[in-house]
């Protein structure tokens, strides 16, 4: 009897509803799970990434390295959702943003204990690892 | 002898529920388009199908409507950009045509979209989005081009009003559009009327009011050769000038918020091949799927200096009367989105535009009109000249 071969499904834990489960950059889920937010780096050329990937369109080349997401950045745009796609419901209201770290801009939510007034374009603040109610991860911005 | 003409458009009404299968609607804009052109099946050399998919369950629609059209065996297939699928069409019928592989090519664009819920529907679309990355948190394409809005206020002091202004607009035209699916005025008060629909929130800073909606259609264009043009048509529309660009599909990866670089890369594009500038044009049709896109709009073709497009819709400049028409036949925000189709349309007004044929909505005498014609969140962008002789 041969044995089933096993799937590295990691990502289906990626935030509230994941359309991904297979990819090459699974261990971004594991170090969430550790409470980091990782970003990764082309180590022939240099080349920057979030979100993380596994080859690098510069060089073609496919050696990366993780580098943690740390310190602040600044809000150059949000929305707060008051109606939501099939799945996230139970979730509203939600808001997502885009933060610039310099290197590298993200794309997420904003921490949801952070009142609607504190919310400036412009603000600074910081990248946190996140688990939801249900198991899944995510990561959110908080104030810096 | 080697320009480029459209030489027939067709559309159905844009509506709720349509009432047949997608074949039956893509025969609608098809036989308008074939009856304009004043031609028939077999004079059409290859077929473009143009949609978004995931909404049928047909997989390869451009084989079924081959067949219902009679357009076999003539070469058929599918081509797809999100909303600005058919414009893409119209780039690749050029293509086809300009290289002398066809002489008339058909680009079909279709969307059914109204057999699935609103919330399903923007599941479906967030996906046009970045699965892997950004669906996961939840997103939608309002809150993406909200985004956009926020940025866009910050920045330059645009406000709700002026956004709310643009779908008046709309509205104005809408009722005149017979193929439109919303024909009723909207009153610039409805939109600080807590209790009217249209100022529902749906993601800020947008409204229900600032949103297009989702409706069922068909359009259809036939693009031929100088000397087929001229051989068919009475009044053939030249294609002048064709540009389109794409951008990083993941939010992390654009420079800007308050604007599209696809568009402002499109547009450069296509006012170079058709060597003129914004101020040149006497009619355009623009992807107002928000009332934001259309204000982003103005500033991104040219038409007015970045943070100043609130100034052109408060100074009623893009009304029919205005110095640059912009939407007259009442935009997406009147007629409905149904993707596939939406660029189609957008092309059919300025077609009829140039030639004078576009009844209540009809410009004065408009000789070089611009099409722009976004999809996803300005992923890909085109934007199309067209003049007349
Ligand atoms: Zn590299």
Redesign the interface.
């Given at each position: 009897m041969s044995k089933k071969k096993e799937i590295d499904d990691r990502?289906k834990r990626?935030?509230?509803?994941?359309?991904?489960s297979v990819?090459k950059v699974n261990d971004f889920i594991d170090q969430l799970d550790q409470g980091k937010v990782m970003g990764n780096r082309c180590v022939e050329c240099g080349m920057v990434f979030?979100?993380p990937r596994a080859d690098c369109y510069k060089c073609l080349a496919s050696n990366m390295e993780w580098f943690e997401i740390k310190g602040t950045g600044k809000l150059?745009?949000?929305?707060?959702?008051?109606?939501?796609?099939?799945?996230?419901?139970d979730?509203l209201p939600?808001s997502?943003?885009?933060v610039d770290f310099g290197d590298?801009?993200?794309?997420?939510?904003i921490a949801s204990d952070i009142p609607d007034e504190d919310v400036q374009?412009g603000m600074a603040m910081k990248t946190a690892a996140n688990k939801l109610p249900s198991g899944q991860l995510?990561y959110v911005f908080t104030k810096a | 002898m080697d320009r480029v003409a459209i030489i027939g458009v067709g559309q159905s009404a844009f509506v709720r529920g349509y009432p047949g299968s997608i074949r039956e609607l893509a025969f609608e804009g098809f036989k308008e388009a074939l009856e304009d052109a004043k031609i028939s099946v077999s004079d059409i050399g290859a077929s473009i199908v143009c949609s978004a998919p995931e909404y049928d369950k047909q997989r390869s629609p451009s084989g079924v409507f081959a067949e219902y059209l009679g357009l076999t065996p003539q070469p058929t297939f599918y081509l797809e950009s999100l909303c600005s699928s058919t414009s893409m069409g119209l780039r690749m019928a050029y293509s086809l045509v300009k290289s002398g592989l066809h002489d008339v090519v058909a680009v079909l664009g279709f969307q059914k979209m109204s057999e699935i819920s609103s919330a399903e529907s923007q599941e479906r679309m967030g996906r046009g989005a970045d699965i892997q990355w950004e669906s996961p948190f939840g997103t939608m394409m309002p809150a993406y081009y909200a985004m956009f809005a926020k940025a866009h206020m910050e920045k330059y002091g645009t406000t709700l009003e002026d956004m709310a202004l643009v779908r008046v607009k709309s509205a104005t035209y809408g009722q005149v559009n017979e193929k439109a699916l919303f024909r009723k005025p909207v009153a610039l008060e409805s939109f600080s009327d807590p209790e009217h629909f249209m100022s529902g929130p749906v993601s800020s800073p947008l409204r229900v009011g600032d949103c297009c909606a989702n409706a069922d259609g068909s359009s259809c264009l036939i693009v031929a050769s100088e000397e087929k043009a001229r051989s068919f048509s009475q009044k053939p529309v030249w294609i002048l000038g064709l540009g389109a660009a794409s951008a990083s599909v993941n939010m992390s990866g654009r420079d800007i918020f308050t604007g599209l670089a696809v568009a402002r890369q499109a547009g450069e594009q296509a006012y170079k091949m058709a060597g003129i500038e914004p101020k040149d044009v006497d009619v355009a049709e623009v992807h107002d799927c928000f009332t934001i896109s259309e204000i982003l709009a103005y500033e991104d073709l040219g038409f007015a200096e970045p943070g100043e497009g609130k100034d052109l819709i408060k100074g009623k400049e893009t009304y029919r009367e205005g110095s640059i028409p912009v939407n007259v036949d009442g935009g997406l925000l009147s007629k409905g989105h149904p993707i596939g189709a939406t660029g189609g349309s957008q092309i059919r007004t300025i077609v009829l535009e140039l030639r004078g044929e576009a009844g209540e909505m009809q410009v004065k005498d408009p000789k070089i009109g611009l099409v722009h014609n976004i999809g996803g969140v300005g992923l890909y962008g085109t934007v199309s000249i067209l003049g007349r002789e």
């Open positions: 990502f990626f935030g509230t509803v994941s359309f991904t990819t979030f979100p150059v745009t949000y929305s707060k959702l008051k109606f939501a796609p099939v799945g996230f419901e979730d939600y997502i943003a885009v590298c801009k993200i794309f997420g939510r374009i995510n | -």
